[in-house]
């Protein structure tokens, strides 16, 4: 775990494309099925702004506690934990969630959690909030409507933000370059590390460097 993280951080001074590269060829890599604690401690040592140190796998309580027989449940974070932590211009978050549903399947097969990133990030004037999902496994996009594109968790985090905040855009992940490689812990804490060491600044727009790689699906006035 250790040595996949400092390696993850030397990756930081080399231009984006680089990154990629480097990223693929990686000698060790962190598993999905990582405990929530474990990630939390890689959360924790993180460099930068706005990091949420918390694992996020829930839409809220009555979900979770479905969820009681798993070992590290209570070390699982709602959505709401997140969204009313303390932040100022930006807000990271590594979420940890199932793709498909747990019943009907055997103890050993509830691991299977995917994980993903998310910012929240406050535009320039101080109006409204810019939110970025960033998945290294993306869909596709051939419309810009979430629902046929966003996992469904995904989709219920973006649901629940428009409820609670004013999101103004919603920017999507879709360089598909670390797709496919069940990578997915390793690449979020990257993008996380990533976008933390750029500082605690806000919305820049078109030009903002953290979404590199994304595309505006959403665009509220």
């Known amino acids: 775990m250790a040595n996949t993280c400092t390696q993850l951080d030397t990756l930081l001074t080399l231009s984006f494309p680089a990154q990629l590269h480097a990223l ?12 929530a604690d474990e990630i939390r401690t890689i959360l924790s040592r993180i460099q930068g702004s706005g990091i949420y140190n918390h694992v996020i796998s829930f839409l809220d309580g009555t979900a979770k506690a479905n969820w009681t027989m798993y070992p590290d449940i209570s070390s699982r974070h709602t959505f709401s934990h997140f969204w009313k932590s303390k932040r100022k211009n930006i807000r990271l978050g590594l979420f940890s969630t199932w793709t498909t549903t747990w019943v009907g399947k055997e103890s050993d097969e509830w691991h299977k959690w995917h994980c993903w990133a998310v910012a929240i990030i406050k535009g320039s004037t101080r109006q409204g909030l810019h939110l970025i999902i960033w998945d290294c496994d993306p869909q596709e ?47 979020s804490v990257w993008w996380i590390k990533k976008v933390a060491a750029i500082g605690d600044v806000c919305f820049s727009g078109r030009n903002d460097s953290r979404i590199e790689g994304c595309e505006l699906v959403l665009k509220m006035l």
């Open 24 to 35: 693929l060829n990686l000698s060790s890599y962190l598993d999905p099925a990582t405990s």
């Open 141 to 187: 996009i051939d419309n810009r409507r979430p629902h046929q594109f966003l996992l469904s968790m995904q989709l219920k985090f973006l649901q629940f933000a428009q409820q609670n905040g004013k999101i103004k855009t919603l920017w999507y992940n879709q360089d598909t370059k670390l797709s496919g490689h069940d990578r997915c812990l390793t690449y």
